[in-house]
């Protein structure tokens, strides 16, 4: 089949974050790199995401519809049919067996995008769950549901890939990455901030992410600016990837931006602001590629400071972090997806 379409169906908001869209965009690149076409359709979106696509030369269609509802199923089964998409992504928490049996009962090949085997049945023609702890006991599924497992399947755009692996572990940490995703509804960037405003004795330059879903920049501006030339805030950057290169240490959330962190061999400090995110974190932290403090409201900016004060001193700590990160993801996984999907429209 000459250029093949990939249709993805996946929405952003200040609630949701951007997460989903963005790894579904590493594998729409992985699929434009094969040959084929993208389209993202969603029903629900946030301003930044807009031009990203459109610079990543992914097209964008509007539903006119509740998200995950009949009629969203509807519509996005009509879009699939009159693009003749070759397969349908599907990514997002709110898409229960109904909507994707919905979906395959149209004649569509579909991928399911989940994270954490929440639903009790799952009829998708893949399941794709990219987590270093994901199982197939997690999964009650159709005798034709495929299931790709694991950190060999981690989704990374391509200026990921672009960026050098090698990096310097400096003897002192000195420039310090602060993301906490697209949104950050709780505002755990601030607490951040009032634990770096205690750290002034230090030599540090700190760039705090501020994500194009996150409500909250007007409140945070005030609080860097009583730390100006030690903290700069960064509003929904165009290349995350230079700014973890960059990094001696990260404070991330503890979704997706875990996998980007550790291909790139950061030494991070986790902080799980979503339940989804505790398994995540825990298996990173015992995998010794990142350090987890745990759920974000039982954080104080005391034990923020604290931890980040023995990583900037921990050199060997920091280089056993790096190299750890490195070996769980080695930047292949969208491809292998694409094959995955490719061999599939092979055999028909």
């Not at 755990?188 to 700190?206: C, H, N, P, R, Y």
């Not at 954080?299 to 921990?314: C, E, F, G, T, V």
Request: proline share 5%; hydrophobic share 45%; charged share 25%.
């Amino acid at each position: 089949m000459k250029n093949p379409t990939l249709l993805v169906r996946a929405d952003a908001s200040t609630a949701i974050g951007s997460g989903h869209v963005m790894r579904c965009l590493a594998l729409a690149k992985a699929w434009q790199k094969s040959g084929g076409r993208a389209c993202f359709l969603m029903a629900e979106s946030i301003p930044a995401l807009e031009p990203r696509l459109a610079r990543d030369d992914v097209e964008l269609a509007r539903l006119a519809a509740e998200p995950a509802s009949q009629r969203d199923a509807e519509q996005t089964a009509n879009w699939a049919r009159r693009s003749a998409a070759s397969w349908l992504v599907v990514d997002g928490y709110r898409f229960a067996p109904d909507y994707i049996r919905g979906l395959k009962t149209s004649g569509l090949r579909v991928l399911h995008v989940d994270d954490d085997g929440r639903w009790d049945r799952y009829e998708a023609d893949i399941v794709l769950n990219q987590d270093i702890n994901a199982n197939s006991e997690m999964y009650i599924r159709a005798p034709d549901t495929r299931l790709l497992l694991g950190a060999d399947y981690v989704l990374l755009r391509p200026e990921f890939l672009a960026e050098p692996r090698d990096r310097e572990i400096p003897a002192m940490a000195r420039n310090i990455l602060v993301t906490m995703g697209g949104s950050d509804p709780e505002n755990v960037t601030e607490k951040i901030l009032t634990a770096l405003s205690g750290m002034v004795d230090l030599d540090f330059a700190a760039r705090i992410v501020v994500g194009g879903g996150n409500p909250h920049f007007a409140a945070l501006q005030p609080v860097a600016e009583k730390l100006a030339g030690k903290v700069r805030l960064e509003r929904g950057p165009a290349n995350m990837a230079h700014l973890m290169s960059w990094a001696d240490i990260t404070i991330s959330a503890a979704g997706g931006t875990c996998w980007e962190l550790a291909f790139v061999g950061v030494p991070t400090i986790l902080v799980v602001i979503t339940p989804d995110q505790n398994p995540n974190a825990s298996a990173i932290s015992a995998q010794g590629a990142a350090l987890s403090l745990g759920w974000h409201a039982n954080l104080s900016s005391h034990q923020i400071d604290s931890a980040l004060r023995n990583l900037i001193k921990a050199e060997d700590q920091r280089r056993k972090m790096s190299e750890r990160g490195r070996r769980l993801v080695d930047g292949q996984g969208a491809e292998r997806v694409v094959a995955s999907m490719q061999r599939s429209l092979n055999a028909v």
